[in-house]
């Protein structure tokens, strides 16, 4: 498959992401190893793995065909997931460690379909002219804890395949372990419009409720204001390893 070829089929579900900070550092990939599951293989770019923070909002969520209306109660939520980037098969895609919602019906759904390791959340945002305010204090445990507060720049040129911006943000498949089996879900959005940000202030024990060292030093930062996005169903691409 193509990275951007939208796939064949029905999407499940449609979703609008915005407000959305892209906040990465580099890791060792040794350290992400024993979080990642072993059929995966962790994504790296100029030799090293990537961690990433992301929060964001969403609204506009309704299921498939898109003339359905928004589902009550779901209709917008905002989430911040910790990630890596993998490949399975050639195919690359995200590994997420966290997604922290504050919408009980999106974590309950998502843990149900989507074998994913959701979080109930206590969540605000708030904008005002250029400057977001994010903060977020997780009510399951493990506890965790987020704020930060940044200013969206200008715009950047959509990113071609071998820089840094296209390896951490176009991403068009998410992969999760159900026991031993691996299985990936299709997105399909327009190339990320992304902006310059800059970062006021900043605390966070997201990455550190994963039981990995606090990061040091400036974080990579894109913001992107608003995307549409198709989600497709869960597909089991690996079989269970056989332990007989």
Request: glycine share 6%; net charge negative.
């Amino acid at each position: 498959m193509t990275i951007r070829e939208r796939p064949e089929g029905q999407p499940l579900m449609h979703q609008k992401w915005g407000k959305l900070l892209f906040m990465h550092w580099r890791i060792e990939e040794a350290e992400l190893r024993a979080l990642v599951p072993e059929q995966l293989e962790i994504d790296t770019f100029d030799g090293s793995a990537w961690i990433g923070i992301i929060p964001f909002t969403m609204w506009d969520i309704r299921a498939l065909p898109p003339y359905l209306p928004a589902v009550p109660g779901l209709d917008a939520a905002h989430e911040l997931n910790v990630r890596t980037y993998v490949h399975y098969d050639r195919v690359p895609g995200v590994y997420f460690f966290s997604l922290d919602c504050n919408s009980v019906t999106a974590v309950m759904g998502a843990r149900t379909f989507y074998h994913l390791p959701y979080f109930n959340a206590a969540i605000d945002l708030e904008q005002h002219g250029d400057t977001i305010d994010y903060a977020l204090r997780r009510t399951d445990d493990p506890p965790a804890r987020f704020q930060a507060s940044w200013n969206i720049e200008g715009t950047v040129p959509f990113s071609h395949p071998d820089s840094l911006e296209f390896f951490l943000t176009e991403r068009y498949c998410l992969y999760v372990e159900d026991g031993d089996d691996i299985h990936r879900a299709r997105i399909s959005h327009a190339p990320w419009p992304l902006h310059k940000a800059t970062m006021n202030s900043y605390e966070s024990t997201m990455i550190e409720a994963l039981g990995l060292r606090a990061r040091r030093g400036e974080p990579v930062l894109n913001y992107a204001e608003e995307i549409d996005v198709d989600i497709w169903p869960l597909e089991k691409v690996s079989e269970g390893r056989d332990d007989s």
